[in-house]
């Protein structure tokens, strides 16, 4: 009773209840050791094409979900693992797709980038980069025209946010006031293209002014901060004032794909935003120093998510591959 | 001299032609800094500065239509699209603009940019990543389309693109750009851009290919020979505008042919080149003309793959029908 009145609360951007912090935790914990697996079977050679891990980047997903509502969609890019897991889609079947297996969500025939999940809302895993901007646009739009009171989040990078369909988009969403939460992630590269050097104006929450759409910039590395900005973004579209923006100030770990000059940036750079901002290391920190649980609590946690990732990586190995003839399957309706 | 790959090909004739004349610049997502998603830029930045090679913004539609607007005004601008799925929003530049600046102007503007992609499967990714849009290109009226298959002939033909006053899609096969190495002397001759080329000769059967497939199609012509049969090989190299001729005349000489390509069947290139044959040299066929192509579905990822390719086994099956047409 308390705790879905305090949940409320929570979604409402008011303070989270201890629950709810240990859910961020496992949820961004879920992500990482994910994603680490994901890359180490990478490495492997069992996932095939495209890798983008999502390591560094936990807390944005995990704060929007966790300000969201049953029955909110969610779309993005190809860096796509972690909206996966925070939509609630299963770990196992995200990784047996990454493997190309028959048990993924994809039949194993879309790999990484491409999943969808129209139980949890989650719309894809979108390869080509902005491209899911007005696909998440028109997703809106259905929540609005359907007048129930759902909104879409619609995930773009900085390098996305560049892209011509993106504004068009912006000028049907504020023409039409569709509940559009559109979550700029800036992790201040585009590959190897840096912020400063692909964009004029590099204040991107300000990109929707010509369109009259608010923007805030929020600090992505602090789960709470997105959580709570989040909640009041999410609000405001389902209120039906229209579109909000928000850049999220983050940062990616790895490299692009799974293969990465690394020419473009330091490994001092990079050192010093998992040391001192690692949105993780954040919150089991403030956690521990609010007491909000003690050291055997989170190591009970890790322990979950360690079986649950171990459980994902053998059944994404020992699912079967799919059959020859599903090449033939899906493309239009057999008639 | 030692050898180099197909990638490394392109990077010299790029430098080759941007050291020659000072119009040529390169612009394109991460060609610069990074030199390229393959590293077909390498080097031309410490070489020519910012000015001459350009990381732009990610946005194809606009790259492409800055490419028009700098031909228009006398340059020749060589643009990169990092894979071939990303070229569809390009369609409209390249078919709007691009392929009709010289008719729309009546010859007072034209167009000299080179749009390169690399393109086509067997790499291990889905869709996007493994595209084969050539066809959809040829049909474009005012466009040439190129696809080299071998270290030298991307030299050349990248060099002949480059210098072509009209606009030029320059596709390169991504499966062969580490493939296979060779001598290619740095002597800034260009190849020509109408021409087929007859790279085994024979006498039984024609085999017609283009790009990355061409691997395939040799190795098949080597196995038919094995068997006493005498193929002969013909990597078109560019598409449009197509050149018939050579064809022609080794369907006269052999009266079979198959014709081998990546992309989807239904309304590939192949069907041209059917069609061609079908008008000018129906009556020295001997057999069907047959086709190994991809399906009509999506590329799909890894453990697929190998059933979407055109396989040796498909293309050597196909030839033995072929043969056996009495
Ligand atoms: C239309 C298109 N152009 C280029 C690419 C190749 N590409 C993939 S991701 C990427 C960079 C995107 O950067 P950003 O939007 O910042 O997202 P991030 O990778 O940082 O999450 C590029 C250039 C693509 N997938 N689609
Ligand atoms: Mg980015």
């Known amino acids: 009773m308390a705790k879905s009145a305090q949940s409320r609360a929570a979604k409402s951007g008011g303070d989270s209840t201890p629950e709810e912090i240990l859910t961020y935790y496992r949820d961004m914990l879920l992500i990482r050791r994910f994603e680490e697996k994901a890359g180490q079977l990478y490495g492997m050679g069992l996932i095939g094409g495209f890798c983008h891990l999502y390591i560094g980047q936990e807390a944005v997903v995990v704060g929007m979900q966790a300000a969201a509502e049953q029955g909110d969609t969610v779309i993005t890019s190809y860096r796509d693992h972690g909206h996966m897991l925070a939509c609630g889609m299963d770990a196992k079947g995200v990784m047996a797709e990454l493997t190309g297996r028959r048990g993924g969500y994809s039949k194993g025939k879309g790999g990484s980038m491409h999943m969808f999940s129209r139980e949890k809302g989650f719309y894809g895993g979108h390869g080509i980069v902005g491209s899911q901007v007005p696909l998440g646009t028109g997703l809106g739009f259905a929540h609005s025209y359907r007048e129930d009171g759902k909104v879409t989040m619609c995930y773009l990078g900085d390098g996305a946010i560049n892209q011509g369909q993106v504004y068009e988009s912006f000028n049907m969403a504020a023409l039409w006031k569709l509940p559009v939460v559109y979550v700029i992630e800036n992790n201040k590269y585009a590959m190897g293209t840096s912020v400063q050097r692909s964009s004029a104006g590099t204040e991107l929450y300000k990109r929707g002014v010509a369109y009259g759409i608010p923007g805030e910039r929020v600090d992505g590395m602090d789960v709470m901060s997105v959580r709570k900005t989040g909640a009041a973004a999410l609000a405001h579209a389902r209120e039906g004032k229209g579109p909000f923006i928000l850049e999220m100030m983050t940062y990616r770990y790895r490299g692009h794909s799974m293969s990465d000059p690394a020419k473009y940036r330091s490994k001092e750079e990079v050192a010093k935003m998992r040391q001192e901002h690692d949105p993780i290391d954040r919150l089991r920190e403030y956690i521990l120093s609010n007491k909000v649980a003690d050291e055997a609590k989170l190591k009970d946690i890790d322990r979950e998510i360690k079986d649950i990732v171990s459980a994902a990586t053998e059944f994404a190995q020992q699912s079967p591959e799919p059959d020859p003839s599903e090449l033939w399957t899906d493309v239009l309706l057999e008639a | ?326």
């Not at chain 2, 390249?94 to 690399?118: D, E, F, K, Y």
């Open chain 2, 1 to 326: 001299m030692s050898e180099i790959t197909l990638v490394q090909a392109i990077n010299r004739a790029l430098t080759r032609a941007m050291r020659d004349d000072p119009t040529v610049v390169v612009l394109g997502e991460d060609v610069a800094k990074d030199g390229g998603v393959f590293r077909a830029t390498e080097g031309l930045l410490a070489e020519f500065g910012e000015g001459r090679v350009i990381d732009t913004p990610l946005a194809e539609g606009a790259i492409a239509g800055l490419c028009v607007g700098l031909a228009a005004q006398g340059f020749r601008p060589v643009a990169e699209i990092q894979f071939t799925g990303f070229i569809y929003p390009i369609i409209d530049q390249m078919m709007n603009h691009a392929s009709r600046i010289r008719t729309r102007t009546r010859g007072r503007l034209t167009c000299p940019m080179v749009l390169r992609s690399p393109c086509g499967g067997g790499i291990r990714a889905v869709e996007h990543h493994s595209e084969s849009p050539e066809a959809i290109f040829a049909h474009m009226p005012g466009l040439r389309v190129v696809i080299p298959s071998s270290p030298a002939r991307a030299y050349g033909l990248l060099l002949a693109a480059i210098h072509d006053p009209d606009p030029v899609v320059f596709l390169e096969p991504t499966r062969l750009y580490r493939a296979i190495k060779e001598e290619v002397p740095d002597d800034g001759a260009s190849l020509p851009l109408d021409r087929a080329f007859v790279v085994r000769e024979g006498s039984d059967l024609t085999l017609v290919t283009w790009g990355a497939m061409l691997k395939e199609t040799m190795a098949t012509g080597e196995r038919l020979a094995a068997g006493g049969v005498s193929a002969e090989v013909i990597d078109l190299a560019t598409l449009k505008p197509l050149d018939s001729e050579t064809v022609l005349r080794s369907v006269a000489k052999t009266g079979r042919c198959v014709i081998i390509h990546e992309a989807p069947r239904t309304a590939g290139f192949g069907a041209e080149v059917a069609a061609r044959i079908a008008e000018h040299g129906l009556l020295s066929l001997l057999a069907p003309i047959e086709r190994v192509a991809g399906f009509d579905t999506v590329m799909p990822l890894l453990r697929l793959e190998q059933h979407y390719m055109p396989e040796e086994q498909r293309i050597l099956a196909a030839a033995r029908r072929v043969l056996a047409f009495r």
